[in-house]
Nanobody
Framework: QVQLVESGGGLVQAGGSLSLSCAAS????????MGWFRQAPGKEREFVAA????????IYAESVKGRFTISRDRAKNAVYLRMNSLKAEDTAVYYC?????????????????WGQGTQVIVSS
């Protein structure tokens, strides 16, 4: 059974930092792009960041560019999201996802596998 399990969420003050992790099991995603998405209360899910299969290319939503960093460890079948300078508007449930493609996409369409999400709350 394929599973993506996020961890690292929590409550943080505005301006603070958090690091999210996503551990995959059940199959290897070393040749898949991986992404992070988020969904705030009352809003639709939105793209946050993605990294290609080798880690050589990353893309970010404009709202997080310069503050968030996505990375991966192919050997560990894991992907990470470092979030700095957090703002209240970053409050959301954060999901990691694995794509059927090797290169990055802003769209959620290629992402076949999803985690259950981890809550991030940024207090202002």
């Amino acid at each position: 059974q394929v599973q993506l399990v996020e961890s690292g969420g929590g409550l943080v003050q505005a301006g603070g930092s958090l690091s999210l992790s996503c551990a995959a099991s059940g199959r290897t995603f070393s040749n898949s792009a991986m992404g992070w998405f988020r969904q705030a209360p009352g809003k639709e899910r939105e793209f946050v960041a993605a990294i290609n299969w080798s880690g050589s290319k990353t893309i970010y939503a404009e709202s997080v560019k310069g503050r968030f960093t996505i990375s991966r460890d192919r050997a560990k079948n894991a992907v990470y999201l470092r979030m700095n300078s957090l703002k209240a508007e970053d409050t959301a449930v954060y999901y990691c996802a694995a794509s059927r493609r090797s290169e990055v996409d802003f769209s959620a369409d290629p992402y076949d596998y999803w985690g259950q999400g981890t809550q991030v709350i940024v207090s202002s």
